[in-house]
T-cell receptor, first 112, second 114 residues
Framework: DAGVTQSPTHLIKTRGQQVTLRCSPKSGHDTVSWYQQALGQGPQFIFQYYEEEERQRGNFPDRFSGHQFPNYSSELNVNALLLGDSALYLC???????????FGDGTRLSIL | GEDVEQSLFLSVREGDSSVINCTYTDSSSTYLYWYKQEPGAGLQLLTYIFSNMDMKQDQRLTVLLNKKDKHLSLRIADTQTGDSAIYFCAESFLMDTGRRALTFGSGTRLQVQP
């Protein structure tokens, strides 16, 4: 039974570029949440997807957008990258929105 | 807004018990979680407790919840070197849409001395 998988594992971009991160949820899970973890801090909630729609959003600008596909997988897109976007981006999946969330190993994004 | 606080660092000797503490603010929390993060890895769900419970035990892990003081603790019995990691406390908080997301503390780094 595969857990949450994320790709790529590492990514290096420059300021102003755009990036797309991908997530496949744990088998049977239908809700995907994305978190940003800056170095030395706890993860911060970006947004949550369920039934292919963004259901809830944290305190992140519109440069951060996402998508959920019919197979429940999800993408996180970040436009106009800033140095401060350097972080570990974590995807978490759950069955419905109030069940325990299981995390992937994340994508380490570095902005030069 | 929601806030979760943890002490930053804990050092114990192998074989001792470790106790990691956390305070939270959201009185509407339903679940409170403990996650473990090893270097270069994502978050591993260790255990969770429903907010109407006082205690939950799962093998070497014991979670205690004091709802009055909004205090959560994680006790690891017979701590091993493999337990060295960062431990995050998280609360599920209610958002405007009626859905829930997680708020995390800054993490407690547990160092186990052999």
């Amino acid at each position: 039974d595969a857990g949450v998988t994320q790709s790529p594992t590492h990514l290096i971009k420059t300021r102003g570029q755009q990036v797309t991160l991908r997530c496949s949820p744990k088998s049977g899970h239908d809700t995907v949440s994305w978190y940003q973890q800056a170095l030395g801090q706890g993860p911060q909630f970006i947004f949550q997807y369920y039934e292919e729609e963004e259901r809830q959003r944290g305190n992140f600008p519109d440069r951060f957008s996402g998508h959920q596909f019919p197979n429940y997988s999800s993408e996180l897109n970040v436009n106009a990258l800033l140095l401060g976007d350097s972080a570990l981006y974590l995807c978490a999946s759950s069955l419905k929105w109030d069940q325990p969330q299981h995390f992937g190993d994340g994508t380490r994004l570095s902005i030069l | 807004g929601e806030d979760v606080e943890q002490s930053l660092f804990l050092s114990v000797r192998e074989g001792d018990s470790s106790v990691i503490n956390c305070t939270y603010t959201d009185s509407s929390s339903t679940y409170l979680y403990w996650y473990k993060q090893e270097p270069g890895a994502g978050l591993q769900l260790l255990t969770y407790i429903f907010s109407n419970m006082d205690m939950k035990q799962d093998q070497r892990l014991t979670v205690l919840l004091n709802k009055k003081d909004k205090h959560l603790s994680l006790r690891i019995a017979d701590t091993q070197t493999g337990d060295s990691a960062i431990y995050f406390c998280a609360e599920s908080f209610l958002m405007d849409t009626g859905r829930r997301a997680l708020t995390f503390g800054s993490g407690t780094r547990l160092q186990v001395q052999p």
